[in-house]
């Protein structure tokens, strides 16, 4: 058995279920030429955040919320290039396998994450909680305890599985450890979770 038996999992969806780096990059970087903003700033700042509060960041004289749907509405555009992660169809078929209840916390909209489950023939999850269910989204813990309210399970009953700095933060604040995988950033980024691996066939390793 692994070191988290009989826990809920609270996965991130990008970077972790799912690999969208080509669709956001490209879809951010459309949305930086189209606003007049620098690109590389946004690509630096936009990890683990909600597009609103990306805005609210980079471009506060815009309103977030349209700017949002701006962004996703680039993003889909983009959407080909999206495809499951590494491990992802064995991990989720095995946890529904043993029966153990797992959701998906992002910080996405609720389009473009069903968009991008639904590309990857990945199962829907029971509970989806996206940017527009919360109104602070990743570092604020509230995407992370909401998701646990939805499961119906205490915060200290979940393991959260994250690949970024800032929803890292999110679920340790969420009273949950996190452990987090290094796909798309270094280890030393993540030294603050619970436990770092290098990928989903390792995450098994301690969900099972």
């Keep these: ?115 991008r489950i639904t590309t990857t023939g990945l199962p829907l999850p029971r509970v989806l909680v996206t940017a527009d269910d919360v109104s602070e989204g990743k570092p604020h813990p509230a995407p992370y305890l909401l998701g646990a309210e939805r499961m119906r399970v205490p915060p200290e009953r979940c393991v959260v599985v994250e690949d970024s700095a800032s929803g890292v933060r999110s679920g340790l604040d969420a009273g949950m450890p996190v452990v987090a995988v290094a796909s798309t950033v270094a280890p030393t980024d993540l030294s603050h979770a619970t436990t770092v691996v290098e990928d989903l066939e390792a995450v098994a390793g301690l969900l099972l």
Excluded: C
């Design 1 to 115: 058995m692994g070191d988290y038996d009989g826990t809920t999992v609270l996965f991130d969806l990008d970077g972790v279920l799912v690999d969208s780096a080509e669709s956001i990059v490209t879809g951010l970087t459309a949305w930086a030429v189209e606003r007049g903003l620098d690109v590389d700033t946004v690509l630096a700042h936009h990890h683990g955040r909600t597009d609103q509060d990306l805005v609210r960041l980079l471009a506060p004289h815009l309103d977030p919320v349209s700017e949002a749907s701006r962004i996703e509405a680039h993003e889909a555009t983009a959407g080909d290039g999206v495809r499951a992660m590494p491990f992802a169809h064995e991990l989720l078929n095995a946890l529904d396998g043993r029966g153990r209840p797992w959701a998906v916390v992002t910080s996405g909209g609720d389009r473009i994450a069903h968009a």
